[in-house]
């Protein structure tokens, strides 16, 4: 049991530093922070059921997840080489593409929600 327990330890610590280390390099991974916080406040400003805020919040969370793979993508990418390439090029968008996706979900959620209130 000890074991298991120091297992997940290891892997919350290199999470962290997997977040921390967007957090730091990506400007992006910055903004949507702040995004993040000015959605969380307006989902708890807003008279909203818990299960619309829980998704708005979550969705949020989601294209953070997102950035990170996105960064991940792009490491990987670049440490294989620095040489253009239209394969890395492609899976360099691709991964843009998968923040960009989740966001636009995320927009379209709240839409909803808006509207739903709004009617």
Do not use: Y
């Not at 253009?84 to 923040?99: N, W």
């Amino acid at each position: 049991m000890w074991q298991q327990l120091k297992r997940v330890r290891q892997r919350a610590i290199w999470s962290w530093d997997g977040f921390a280390h967007v957090c730091k390099t990506e400007g992006s991974m910055a903004q949507w922070l702040v995004a993040n916080v000015v959605f969380a406040v307006l989902a708890f400003a807003l008279p909203l059921s818990a299960g619309e805020r829980g998704m708005l919040l979550m969705g949020g969370i989601i294209v953070l997840a997102a950035e990170c793979m996105n960064t991940a993508i792009e490491r990987v990418v670049d440490d294989i080489s620095t040489e253009k390439r239209d394969a890395a090029k492609q899976a360099k968008d691709c991964g843009s593409a998968a923040v960009a996706v989740t966001a636009v979900s995320v927009g379209v959620a709240w839409v909803c929600v808006i509207v739903g209130l709004v009617w």
